[in-house]
């Protein structure tokens, strides 16, 4: 069966691309690649506990690190579908308890509190914005990228996903979306986390890669759907990214059956996205 959905109107640009791992267990000596292994949580200010924000804060700071701009004319948004379930638990427990309440937890227990901490580090007052999805992510934030990248004051947009193993209350919940959902429900370990971010902005000399909306694929061999919540789809993209820029050509990305699937284009290809881009 051929599926035919866009999402972008546009081409983007990748300027950057990170991942992160917590608690895999995998290390340098037993990893097919550096990327894959876990890496030391890095410390901050008021933030505790949880590796939410420390993950999420290190692929960020990774992607603004290796290309620095403009944090006026830069925007963020985050994905995660359930946020920082191991501050949720340990709230929870903390209050069932009777346990005097932690302010440190109530205050990192939405997700944009780490977007905060990273606009502050790196100086960047462009719109921030937090998203949940039942499906993997890649989609909704390439989409809400392409959207802020037609405002004029906006050079570039950091989208970044996040995902947690959890205990028995979360557990439950998701087994509850996947019986509504039809979808398996997750095996991450409760102390696993997962992240990675994308940096974009528009086809150029600076983005050696681009993606673009895929206008038709075969949909038979994409394989089962993801459980809820899952950020493989990221993850995948990031990889795709380092490939290409390694050995340039082009990638079909298909995160999910029936979902949106996006044509990632490296060197040549990519800079003639840019020309016709520029000629729309």
């Known amino acids: 069966m051929t599926t035919e959905k866009t999402v972008l109107r546009s081409p983007l640009g990748i300027l950057a691309t990170a991942t992160a791992t917590h608690g895999t267990g995998r290390s340098e000596d037993h990893a097919d690649h550096a990327d894959n292994t876990d890496i030391p949580l890095p410390r901050l200010p008021g933030f505790v506990e949880s590796a939410f924000s420390p993950l999420a804060y290190e692929v960020s700071r990774q992607c603004l690190t290796e290309r620095p701009g403009d944090g006026s004319r830069t925007a963020v948004a985050l994905a995660t579908l359930m946020g920082d379930t191991t501050t ?12 005097v309440h932690n302010p440190l937890l109530f205050m990192q227990a939405t997700a944009n509190a780490v977007l905060g901490y990273t606009s502050q580090e790196f100086g960047i007052t462009g719109q921030m914005f937090s998203l949940s999805t039942l499906d993997d992510p890649v989609a ?21 996903g996040v995902e947690l193993g959890g205990g028995e209350r979360l557990a439950a919940a998701y087994r509850e979306l996947a019986a509504d959902s039809g979808r398996p429900v997750p095996d991450l370990p409760e102390t696993v986390g997962l992240a990675a971010a994308v940096l974009l902005g528009r086809p150029g000399g600076e983005a050696p890669v681009s993606v673009r909306s895929a206008e038709a694929y075969d949909a038979d061999d994409t394989g089962a759907a993801g459980h809820p919540g899952s950020i493989q789809g990221l993850l995948d993209l990031a ?8 050995d340039g050509g082009s990638h ?10 996006f044509i990632l284009t490296a060197g040549t290809e990519a800079r003639n996205e840019t020309e016709n881009h520029a000629h729309q």
């Open 88 to 99: 949720a638990d340990l709230a929870s427990r903390r209050m069932v308890s009777g346990r």
């Open 239 to 246: 990889a795709a990214h380092r490939r290409l820029l390694r």
């Open 252 to 261: 079909l990305l298909v995160t999910e059956p029936q979902l949106p699937a």
């Open 140 to 160: 909704e934030l390439l989409a809400m990228a392409d959207l802020l990248l037609e405002d004029p004051e906006l050079d570039r947009v950091l989208v970044l």
